[in-house]
């Protein structure tokens, strides 16, 4: 599963991509052409050349519809014709010089857009893009291709200390809990302080932390405090997950883990505190015992928000 906002947000931003790089026009990037033929001339250039049977593939259109656009932009001049040295009955197509200078036209036109949009970002911003787009892209192609990503990377889950935990488990409260419910610094900083408490009683045989790593980076937490409460009583903490590793399982691992070392220690209960706006969350705590104890208005965090406490016996 992928987060419903998520999936909501790339469908609105490719919408509006879509009307401001002109898709929606009858022509495209200042030439006479459609969409459809601006984007074969660059697949042309980039490739050197191709047959028509291998421009179908990458196009991903019907067989009938890319002959008939190859005929006319032959007939136009902005392509060339000449047999396969392996095959002289399959023709390859390549850019005429009438057509290079066409594509040149098209990069520059290309290339101001971006550059446009480029200047209106911080420098951070502009490689978040890059990246992003880029690894969105690929992925499309995937699913058409019906492959996996390469160097797709699976995420681990490893117990203890990590180096750089308290402050990756803290950003990742801090910008989740101001995005979704407007906490500010006395919340994150509550959240970095706990931590640092929890992470030098460690040695404790009743607490312990687990990590969700990705290429070497901390992607999701829990921890089980198991002398804060006292009563043999466990506390969960510091479950978030990164906004990237959402819905995909990771989340039910990490909890998983957690229960089983609460199992294994024999506590009488686990406690855990959250907000009632966390639905998914409440469904993964339910499905491993946890129950609605208590619920009441609380603003200590900055905001008037339903704070909940579950119990799992």
């Not at 466990?234 to 479950?239: E, I, K």
Request: charged content about 25%; aromatic content about 8%; overall charge neutral.
């Amino acid at each position: 599963m992928t987060d419903s906002s998520i999936v909501e947000e790339i469908r609105i931003s490719s919408r509006l991509m879509v009307r401001e790089l002109g898709f929606m026009n009858h022509t495209l990037a200042a030439t006479d052409y459609s969409p459809s033929v601006v984007h074969t001339l660059l697949e042309m250039e980039a490739r050197g050349s191709l047959t028509a049977a291998q421009l179908v593939q990458v196009l991903g259109l019907e067989k009938s519809s890319v002959s008939r656009m190859l005929a006319k932009l032959i007939k136009a001049g902005e392509l060339e014709e000449s047999a396969s040295p392996e095959d002289a009955r399959i023709k390859q197509l390549s850019l005429s010089p009438q057509g290079r200078e066409t594509v040149r036209r098209i990069n520059a036109y290309g290339n101001e857009r971006v550059i446009s949009a480029l200047q209106k970002m911080d420098a951070s911003q502009q490689r978040v893009v890059s990246q992003g787009l880029s690894v969105y892209a690929s992925a499309l192609k995937a699913c058409r291709d019906n492959v996996d990503l390469p160097g797709k990377s699976a995420v681990t889950i490893v117990s203890g200390y990590h180096p750089g935990m308290i402050g990756r488990i803290t950003e990742m409260h801090g910008s989740y809990y101001a995005r979704e419910h407007h906490f500010g610094s006395f919340f994150e900083a509550k959240v970095a302080a706990g931590l640092a408490d929890f992470s030098g009683r460690l040695d404790n045989a009743n607490n312990q932390i687990w990590l969700a790593m990705q290429n070497g980076r901390i992607v999701g937490s829990v921890a089980i405090d198991g002398e804060d409460l006292g009563n043999n009583e466990a506390h969960l903490r510091w479950f978030i997950l990164d906004d990237g590793c959402r819905g995909g399982g990771v989340g039910r691992k990490l909890i998983a883990e957690a229960m089983k070392f609460c199992d294994e220690r024999e506590f009488s209960a686990v406690q855990l505190w959250t907000f009632n706006k966390l639905t998914a969350a409440r469904r993964l705590y339910e499905s491993f015992g946890f129950v609605l104890s208590k619920e009441w208005q609380g603003d200590q965090w900055g905001s008037t928000i339903t704070e909940q406490q579950f119990t799992r016996k």
